[in-house]
């Protein structure tokens, strides 16, 4: 089971769609009113990094089940400039948008598995799950 | 897509009840500044009792529009925050310390009140 949905972002209205259609998925999934909250507001933060750092890129959204254990797993992908120093952007309080996004550490917290892989000019891809309780 | 402002009394209500995009909390931001010049609202309720998502975003534009709010003379409150909002908020880091909120829309304006008259 590991049908993937994708939602282009490209503008504005894509992180709306992008949540939307987390929010759908995590609701069929049978995730609670709190968790669904948090995947929602885990890909707003994304598709808005891709839209203000990147310009363009894709929010992936798959189920996912791991021998039982069932799931969510969030990918952002996008071609854009790319993370420099991924250690400095995982701090609390970094920014270069002048407080736009809460940034990734705000993301990490809000989902159970968190990982990002950055390649300066070639792009960033960010995995993020949350697991069924 | 605009979000109705309503005047009753000195106070102005907003109940946002759509899903908020980026440019509809800009809009709404400017529409309620202007209101509030235009009426002379010395209190004004923003109830969320609705809204099932506050991203960094939207809690920027809302702590910026009390803030300005404030420049102008008026008060604002946050009413009806949902308790997986609430969560939500303290998980991605966002206190939303400064900003005055209350339980429901009745004890919102009875904080206005409070404020105001006291």
């Known amino acids: 089971m590991d049908i993937q949905s994708c939602v282009e972002v490209r503008n504005e209205w894509d992180i ?14 049978g995730f609670g009113n709190v968790d669904q ?16 750092y990147a310009g363009n890129g894709k929010i992936c959204i798959q189920p996912i089940d ?21 250690r400095r952007v995982m701090e609390d309080g970094y920014t270069t948008s002048g407080g736009l996004g809460a940034g990734l550490p705000g993301v990490k917290r809000l ?12 792009g960033t891809e960010i995995n993020a799950t949350k697991w069924l309780r | 897509m605009r979000i109705p402002i309503l005047k009753l009394h000195e106070y102005l209500l907003i ?10 909390a800009l809009q709404f931001q400017e529409d309620l500044l202007s209101k509030i010049h235009d009426t002379g609202a010395k209190g ?13 975003f939207i809690a920027k534009v809302l702590g910026d529009v009390v ?16 308790p997986a909002v609430a969560i939500t ?18 004890q919102g304006l009875d904080k206005l009140r409070l404020e105001l008259e006291g």
């Open chain 2, 44 to 56: 004004v309720v923003i109830d969320l009792t609705s809204v099932d998502m506050i991203d960094s």
């Open chain 1, 66 to 86: 791991q021998l039982g254990k069932k799931g969510l797993k969030i990918i952002a992908l996008d071609s854009g400039p790319g993370i420099r120093d991924i």
């Open chain 2, 67 to 82: 803030r300005m709010s404030k420049l102008m003379g008026a008060q604002v409150v946050l009413t009806g925050i949902q």
């Open chain 1, 16 to 29: 709306v769609s992008a949540r939307q259609l987390g929010r759908n998925m995590a609701k069929e999934l």
């Open chain 1, 37 to 52: 909250a948090r995947i929602t507001t885990a890909i707003s933060e994304l598709a808005r990094n891709i839209y203000l």
């Open chain 2, 15 to 24: 109940t946002i009840q759509v899903e908020l995009d980026d440019q509809t």
């Open chain 1, 111 to 122: 989902m159970d598995e968190f990982s990002i892989e950055s390649t300066v000019d070639v």
């Open chain 2, 89 to 106: 908020l303290i998980d991605l880091g966002i206190s939303m310390r400064e900003v005055p909120t209350a339980l429901d829309l009745e």
